[in-house]
């Protein structure tokens, strides 16, 4: 099933390291002021998010932003984000992996002092490093409504209304 919620690759910023693009209208609701945010594959070391190596790598990335406010500077202040995003994550050590559906929908304030307010609904891949946020260091599918306040050192508050955390570690260690 087609799920069109977000697929914050403004996270995949912070954590797993996104590229924007600015390109045509290629069927997924980019064009009409939507563009293509497209992931890069990531690597984390053993130790800083799960007790072994892990890499992610969308096998299904259709996610597109739309700038909704900006800075003076022209620098995007209000981006929201949607689309498909199916990220396979896996155990390096094992060769064990996970396709975790992080397809949700996000509207993220950026700061000027580099910290981020996150208003989301639905699944997104969340690092947390040891002391790195409200959830235990790890990676894990947040899914639900709930809000991310990322502080300019990276710290992550996540307030739930309502919604699950899915440990990604324990599903390929």
């Not at 290629?26 to 293509?36: I, K, L, V, Y």
């Not at 599918?141 to 955390?165: N, W």
Request: charge should be negative; include cysteine; hydrophobic fraction near 40%.
């Amino acid at each position: 099933m087609r799920r069109t919620v977000v697929a914050l690759s403004a996270l995949a910023a912070v954590l797993l390291g996104a590229v924007p693009a600015a390109s045509a209208d290629s069927g997924t609701g980019a064009g009409q002021g939507w563009e293509p945010t497209p992931s890069k594959p990531w690597d984390v070391p053993a130790g800083l998010r799960c007790d072994f190596p892990v890499h992610g790598e969308p096998v299904v990335d259709e996610v597109v932003r739309h700038v909704l406010d900006t800075n003076p500077d022209g620098s995007a202040k209000r981006v929201t984000y949607k689309g498909d995003l199916v990220v396979r994550v896996t155990n390096t050590d094992t060769g064990a992996f996970f396709d975790a559906d992080v397809s949700g929908w996000a509207i993220v304030e950026y700061r000027t002092d580099g910290s981020q307010f996150w208003s989301v609904r639905g699944p997104v891949l969340v690092g947390f490093g040891e002391n790195g946020g409200t959830l235990p260091r790890g990676l894990d599918t947040i899914d639900g409504v709930y809000t991310m306040d990322i502080s300019a050192t990276g710290y992550k508050t996540v307030t739930m209304t309502h919604g699950t955390s899915d440990d990604l570690c324990a599903r390929i260690g």
